[in-house]
């Protein structure tokens, strides 16, 4: 549960890991890192968010290196983040004293985060205070593969064995013996550690107090822009900087989250590279982010899906942060995997699968771009109306459906709807703007795959709409999104009873929701998983648009108490243990508590 003054706690390493609870996220809106409850850093790409890995213990706890700044003897340990802000704090008490390690991948002094613009200044702070007692504190700095490191310019410059075009400079206002040092400290004692990266600073001011402070005040601005006052504010306010951390600043595009080949579940072999921006996601952070007042960041997202698509020439459900093709995915056998679980994979062997649901996402883009006061070329209208006669006949094909299957594709109703959202938007925007195409086909052709879905997904013994469209009362929880994406109505009774039907056979228990039953719906892979975050905030949704707001808001409290004591959540939840599991955080689930709390918000205002 989320606590903005926790209290202290074990650390606990299971299989030599943290649990992925105890790790906060830091980020420039270039890269991020993860800080553990212990004092490490296992996990940071330079220069940017999909690069290689620098400290990567999060995927290998002996060989992939770290970043630790931690106490002997340690006891302890808590965490918190400088409310309104990216600048993450941890306490570690050892036997003999407790220190205080505040982190931030600092920020140029007057950043306006709400600008498309790098904001960052490719330094990463750690900034040691003791608050009681004595310590001796492990300074470790230890790249994925070993580094060379020789004394340059007041500091170290680090050469990463890895990748000997990017050089480090480890600075600090003591004196470091290498790359490995203990330090002897007591109460009122400062150790301070800047590690930048892309330049030196041989003639800059040395002052990582200022940068932290800089850095906060940044923050700080950019939350100005926040007007949400629903359920679970605090929660709601994290997880917009979370998606912010996400959220690549100069390009507008967003990762799905920032890390890759976290398992689900622990053990698995379900281990991907999330660290690229999915057109999907993008369109849900559009929604979450404009409700609560980060218009600036909804429209950067809309303009980069539309440079995407623009750049491709055909529609790719994901690309890199800059917009091209997703590298190709690879097995790293150098790396054990967390906790043991193999393969880690870098790249993402999805990028070319069929997806149909991705010209809705498009469209329903440029629908909120042109709203928004943007404009649309002649020519890009030309691919995006052909955009909307490739989603009038690609429906009928089967593909590899919202979750990516790795299996053989089907026909699965969410594809469909997405269609339908396909052929509604581009109506939409044809008749608004007085644009050229066959507007009434559209029109005709959305309205007839609404009434497909009820009729064709039906099955009328489990009555439920199915997750293929021949029906078979297969359930998928995806169905769940169908009213938020307005293909069907929320309080049709079909939709009622589906809403129904999820939460009875595909509960996990405690409002938690699976994605689909593997036995039932297979999906290519061997092995169950855990519940899927994101689709019990689409159920919280769909019983408020059914008027059962007492019940939603149960439901939407309790996913929120599952959020970790730093506010961060994961793609999945163990059921049983209640743990993370999958890529953390995931915007997805961020996105979903913001959306989730402002309907919930609107719905109690208009019964009031």
């Known amino acids: 549960m989320y606590d903005p003054d926790p209290p202290f706690r074990p650390v606990r390493r299971p299989d030599g890991y943290l649990p992925l609870e105890d790790l906060g996220l830091i980020g420039d809106g270039t890269t991020a890192a993860l800080v553990g409850l212990d004092g490490t850093i296992p996990w940071m790409c330079l220069p940017r968010f999909d690069s290689d890995p620098v400290f990567c213990a ?36 050892s036997d003999t004293g407790l220190v205080r390690v505040t982190d931030a991948l600092a920020l140029r002094s007057g950043a306006d985060l709400s600008d498309d613009a790098p904001s960052g200044r490719g330094e990463l702070v750690r900034s040691v ?64 550690l800047v590690l930048s990266w892309g330049r030196f ?34 929660l709601v306010r994290r997880a917009a900087i979370t998606l912010k ?83 190709d995915e690879i097995e790293d056998a150098g790396l054990e995997g967390y906790r043991g679980s193999s393969p880690v994979r870098w790249g993402n062997g999805a990028a070319d699968q069929r997806q149909h649901d991705v010209y809705g996402e498009i469209l329903d883009c440029a629908d909120q771009w042109l709203r928004r006061g943007g404009e649309i070329q002649p020519a890009m209208w030309a691919s995006l109306s052909g955009l909307a006669d490739t989603a009038a006949r690609a429906w009928r094909r089967p593909d590899q459906g919202l979750w990516e299957i790795r299996g053989e594709g089907r026909p699965f109703t969410y594809s469909v709807g997405l ?22 086909s559209w029109r005709r052709d959305a309205d007839r795959l609404s009434e497909l879905i009820l009729e064709q997904s039906w099955d009328e013994d489990a009555q439920t709409l199915s997750v293929y469209m021949d029906g078979g009362g297969v359930l998928d929880a995806s169905l769940l999104n169908l009213p938020l994406r307005q293909v069907l109505p929320v309080d ?22 699976f994605r689909y039953l593997h036995d039932e719906h297979p999906d290519g892979l061997p092995g169950d998983e855990g519940a899927f975050v994101l689709c019990s905030f ?71």
């Not at 849900?284 to 960041?297: K, M, Q, T």
């Not at 039907?501 to 228990?509: F, H, N, P, Q, Y």
């Not at 689930?589 to 989730?596: C, E, L, M, N, V």
Request: hydrophobic content about 40%.
């Open 58 to 93: 999060l995927l290998d706890h002996a060989r992939g290196g770290h970043f630790t700044v931690t106490p002997e003897n340690l006891r302890e340990a808590r965490q918190w983040y400088e409310p309104d802000t990216g600048v993450l704090h941890t306490e570690l008490r």
């Open 492 to 513: 049709h009774p079909r939709m009622v009873a589906t809403t129904r039907a999820v939460a009875e056979r595909l509960s996990a228990g405690g409002g938690l929701l």
């Open 245 to 327: 951390l996400c959220d690549d600043w100069a390009n507008g595009s967003l990762v799905a989250a920032p890390t890759s080949s976290l398992p689900a579940p622990i053990g698995g072999v379900r281990n991907w590279d999330y660290r690229y921006a999915w057109i999907r996601d993008a369109a849900f952070a559009v929604f979450a982010l404009r409700r609560i007042g980060f218009g600036g960041e909804a429209d950067a997202f809309l303009g980069w899906v539309l440079d995407a698509f623009e750049r491709s020439r055909r529609p790719l459900i994901m690309y890199t942060l800059d917009g091209d093709r997703v590298p």
């Open 129 to 192: 205070r003791v608050l009681d007692g004595r310590v001796r504190l492990k300074v470790q700095v230890e790249p994925y593969g070993g580094a060379d490191a020789h004394h340059l310019y007041s500091g170290l410059e680090v050469r990463p064995a890895r990748n000997q075009g990017l050089r480090l400079h480890l600075r600090s206002n003591r004196p470091l013996s290498g790359l490995r040092s203990v330090q002897d400290l007591e109460q009122g004692d400062r150790l301070d």
């Open 419 to 440: 269609c339908q959202v396909a052929l509604d938007r581009a109506a939409r925007i044809a008749e608004r703007y007085g644009l050229p195409g066959d507007v009434g």
């Open 538 to 608: 689409w159920m919280v949704d769909n019983l408020i648009g059914q008027g059962r707001l007492d019940e939603a808001e149960e439901l939407y409290d309790s996913l929120c108490s599952r959020a970790s004591p730093l506010g961060l959540l994961s793609e999945q939840i163990d059921p049983t243990t209640g743990v993370f599991m999958g890529n953390a955080p995931q915007a997805f689930s961020h996105i979903g508590t913001i959306a989730s709390g402002v309907n919930l918000e609107r719905a109690r205002s208009a019964s009031r």
């Open 201 to 234: 600073h041989r003639h800059h001011r040395f002052d990582p107090e200022a940068m932290l402070c800089q850095t906060a005040d940044a923050w700080r601005q950019w939350m100005r822009s926040c007007d949400y006052a629903g359920p679970q504010e605090a």
